[in-house]
């Protein structure tokens, strides 16, 4: 099969959260499964080009945005040990931040730079001649490939066939522009976008809803997320765009690389271990408690992490009132990767200045102390308000790193409470999004804690699970494969 995937974020080449991850493992999956896989990426300024041997090709056009033709330029290289290919698409102004997105508070370009990238897209397979079976698209920002390829694409022979696939990894960001600049570089007439159009929200143009609405099929990156969606509560107003669409969305829970994530071979750690080395992951949070400066007398408290970004999203409002009530109690060290809002930054920098001894802090985002932090800790935190699926909570799994987390969307699929009497379950799990449930979740798990036999049991339990990427990409092949049964 010939698979076309676009993506504002691919690993290892531009990172901004779990997106990047789950696009990388599905090329790198698809390749090795024999399929004949092309993804494409904006060309960001941040990428390193020469680090990952991506060259720049002969091959450029003109993009036709309306009042302007924008210049396209092409880079191509491979993913590293794959024989998937990858295709950044270049313009001398629109990639030109450091981010991949513009400034999170400003970013009333990203209409024009991501319509861009979308429009390069069915050029760049012309200048390539590659003829894609399937074009799966990622989140808002290639949305418009869709409606781009069925308006103006239509009596391409390249495209006749091909088959569309919406993943939504996130309905909080949506991606609303204004309408005539948006029809306008898109090109479509302004009379498409009218009240009630596949592109119109409130009165907007929204890139998400024109991807729910113009995708032959929709994949949530959780069966819980599809289900949730349908909901006021976690549809972000897109419930009606998605209540029309329910035949064709399916939730296909993510999955984890393991030649990344995972202890034996992790590169990042000082030294590996596996489900029967657990006395290294125990010298490992030493090492890292003594690098952090936390007094040996409080090293054998249990360690619990937060690796995340911190926004609401994340479950940083239940944690604001409680947090320093919980640490006040001397039973655990917190430690928190992360960067975000800047209330909840203070919130922690807060905490941090008032128990000094029991909190690490790392307000920055960094690969390798994500990985050497799951590693050293006993718990991870994730009191998500809404989680699409989450990857963190999986990763620390393999690591035997014990979740404590909300029960929502992905979180509610992967992590199942522990019931002592039992034996059974991987994680710490709480129903309800609020402070008094996630109090109560970290006084479980401090008390878990002091149990050694338990603590073992749940750690197995977690670590003999298989949430490998080739299921996930093996799942979206069955639905490739039937949106192309139903275009004979
Ligand atoms: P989301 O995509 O909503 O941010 P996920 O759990 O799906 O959440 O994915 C988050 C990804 O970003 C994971 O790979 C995680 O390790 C990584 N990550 C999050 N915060 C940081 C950070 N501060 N430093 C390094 N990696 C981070
Ligand atoms: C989004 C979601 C997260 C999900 C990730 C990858 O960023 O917030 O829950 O795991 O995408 O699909």
């Known amino acids: 099969m010939n698979i076309l995937l676009a993506a504002a974020e691919i690993n290892p080449f531009a990172k901004g959260g779990g997106m990047a991850d789950v696009t990388s493992y599905l090329c790198i999956e698809w390749a090795e499964m024999g399929h004949d896989v092309v993804a494409v990426l904006p060309s960001y300024k941040a990428i390193d080009k020469s680090a990952y041997g991506l ?7 003109d993009v036709s945005m309306g009042f302007s033709k924008e210049k396209a330029v092409v880079y191509r290289g491979t993913f590293p040990n794959s024989s998937a290919k990858i295709y950044l698409i270049g313009h001398e102004e629109f990639f030109d931040e450091e981010y991949v997105y513009g400034d999170r508070n400003e970013d009333e370009d990203d209409d024009r730079r991501f319509i861009f990238f979308n429009k390069a897209i069915p050029e760049l397979c012309k200048a390539i001649n590659f003829k894609p079976d399937i074009l ?31 993943t939504i990894h996130n309905l909080s960001y949506q991606g609303i522009y204004d309408k005539y600049r948006v029809m306008d570089f898109t090109e479509m007439k302004h009379k498409e976008f009218e009240v009630g159009s596949w ?53 296909v829970l993510n999955g ?87 209330k ?56 035997g790193t014990i979740p404590i987390v909300r029960s929502t969307g992905g979180l509610a699929d992967t992590i199942t409470n522990y019931i002592s009497e039992k034996g059974i379950g991987n994680g710490i799990s709480f129903p309800h999004y609020n402070r008094d449930e996630f109090e109560a979740a970290i006084r479980k798990a401090v008390d878990l804690y002091k149990s050694k036999e338990h603590i073992e049991i749940i750690r197995r339990n977690g670590m003999e699970e298989n949430h490998s990427s080739k299921r996930c990409a093996k799942k979206y092949i069955e639905i490739f494969k039937e949106v192309l049964d139903n275009k004979d």
């Open 55 to 61: 060259v720049e090709t002969e091959i450029s056009f």
């Open 136 to 166: 799966n698209c990622h989140d808002y920002h290639t949305s418009f490939v869709m409606p781009i390829l069925k308006t103006q694409y239509q009596s391409e022979p390249l495209f006749e066939r091909t088959g569309t696939i919406f």
């Open 199 to 251: 592109f119109e929200h409130e009165g907007k143009v929204n890139f998400m809803k024109t991807g729910i609405m113009y995708a032959d099929r929709i994949i949530t990156v959780s069966p819980t997320y599809a289900e949730e969606i349908k909901e006021p509560y976690y549809s972000e107003g897109m419930q009606d765009a998605i209540n029309s669409r329910l035949r064709d969305i399916t939730g």
């Open 256 to 342: 984890v690389n393991y030649r990344i994530w995972d202890p034996k071979i992790d590169i990042f750690l000082s030294k590996n271990y596996n489900s029967e080395s657990l006395e290294i992951k125990e010298q490992l949070k030493l090492e890292y408690l003594e690098e952090s400066k936390i007094p040996s007398k409080k090293h054998h408290l249990p360690l619990i992490s937060f690796v995340n970004r911190l926004t609401e999203q994340k479950g940083l409002d239940i944690i604001e009132n409680k947090i320093n009530k919980l640490l006040s109690t001397n039973k655990f060290i917190l430690a928190v990767l992360g960067e975000g809002q800047e």
């Open 344 to 399: 909840y930054e203070d919130l922690i920098i807060e905490a941090k200045n008032q128990f000094p001894n029991n909190v690490i802090l790392h307000l920055k985002y960094d690969e390798g102390e994500a990985h050497r932090l799951i590693a050293a800790s006993d718990f991870l935190l994730m009191p998500s308000k809404f989680e699409p699926c989450g990857l963190t909570q999986m990763y620390a799994l393999k690591y």
